[in-house]
Each structure stands twice: as structure tokens, then as C-alpha cells.
């Protein structure tokens, strides 16, 4: 255990420093005794700060670059999204993906997500069985016109259409996706 030095009016001083702000942590004031426990040199104000300042997605640390990024703690993005519904309208930012399910053999769904796991989680809450899986994702400035052109060079390929699912190998999918480069590709797979 650290060593701990009582201080006046009998306050435990325990001879280190937060390693965030650097002030002496004191047990009890500023410090707590489960973080000694498990030697997290924090002090309280520079914990509540870092609870404030994250944003966590059923447990999942999400970077201040997501697009739906919003300090704070959620079970699902759709709770985040409520919260902060605008960025959610205004932003076009996103990945393309593909989802299957082995229900539908030789079927595969292509879509768009600000977050593809997400959307995957979403769609297993349909789903007793909890076998819809995410295969592929790609990151893209913008979402939208990524999956229009997507949808077109899958559906080039694809042996059936039904809305957003193909009848189509995951290879030859992933590979359609692999192309698109939104300037150069949207003029011509639109036109």
C-alpha cells in the first residue's frame, strides 16, 4: 500500500500527485479510497472532468472526431443521436457497409451508417436468432453519395435486387465498394 502521512487536522496525504493536474492527492478530500485501491492517481475534480469531456457508447470509448460525438454516456448511438439531433441531420460523414444473414444464403445488404456496428446491433434486435453480421464497412466524407454509387455498381453485378439487398458474392461487393471515389466515381455511375 502507498504510504500515507497524516497532514493536519488529520488529513491522509498519500505521497502522490494527480496525474493529471499534478495537486497532492489527499484521501478522503480529493481523492478516494477505491481509486487508491487500484492505484489510479486521480483526483476527483479531474475525474468528473474526464467523465464530462468523453462520450462512451455501451462501453465503447468514441472519438471527439465522430460526427455524433457528445460528451456523455449512452446504451445505443440512437440515444446519442437524440440528444444531439442536429449534428445527426446536417451530417454527411459516414461508412458504407455490408451486412448478411444466413437466412438469406448468397443475399447481402448494402448500406449506410454514420456507425455500421450500429446499425448492426439495430438490425438484431429483429432478429431471435442474433445472426445478422457486419462483413465489411468503409469509412466515407460522404455517406450518401458513397452508397448511391455503391448501389449502382452492386447492382451491375448482382444476379437479383430487392431494395438495398443483392443477390451477390461478398468479394465481388466488397470489390464494388473498394473502387468508389466519391469525385472521380459519382458523375459517372449517376450519369
Known amino acids: 500500500m502507498e504510504n500515507l502521512r497524516l497532514g493536519g487536522l488529520g488529513m491522509k496525504h498519500i505521497d502522490k500527485n494527480c496525474n493529471h493536474c499534478n495537486v497532492e492527492l489527499v484521501l478522503d478530500e480529493n481523492y478516494d479510497q477505491h481509486r487508491l485501491n487500484r492505484k489510479d492517481y486521480i483526483c476527483k475534480e479531474c475525474y468528473v ?10 462501453g465503447k470509448y468514441i ?7 457528445k ?5 445505443t448511438f440512437e440515444d446519442a443521436a437524440f440528444s444531439s439531433l442536429s449534428k445527426y441531420t446536417t451530417s454527411v460523414e459516414g461508412q458504407v457497409y ?3 444473414n444466413k437466412a438469406w444464403k448468397g443475399w447481402i445488404k448494402v448500406g449506410m451508417a454514420i456507425d455500421s456496428e450500429d446499425r448492426c446491433n439495430q438490425y438484431q434486435t429483429s432478429s431471435p436468432f442474433r445472426d445478422y ?3 465489411y464497412k468503409k ?15 452492386c447492382n ?5 435486387k430487392k431494395g438495398e439487398w443483392f443477390k451477390l458474392d461478398l468479394k465481388t461487393a466488397i470489390s464494388c465498394i ?3 471515389t466519391i469525385e472521380e466515381q459519382y458523375e459517372k455511375e449517376t450519369a
Open 49 to 58: 472532468n474526464y467523465l464530462n469531456t468523453n462520450m462512451y457508447v455501451n
Open 63 to 69: 472519438p471527439r472526431s465522430h460526427p455524433l460525438y
Open 71 to 75: 460528451p456523455g454516456r449512452y446504451k
Open 98 to 100: 455490408i451486412i448478411t
Open 133 to 135: 453480421k457486419l462483413k
Open 139 to 153: 469509412f466515407f466524407s460522404d455517406r450518401r453519395k458513397a452508397e448511391t454509387i455503391a448501389h449502382a455498381l
Open 156 to 160: 451491375k453485378k448482382a444476379k437479383e
Open 178 to 180: 473498394e473502387k468508389i
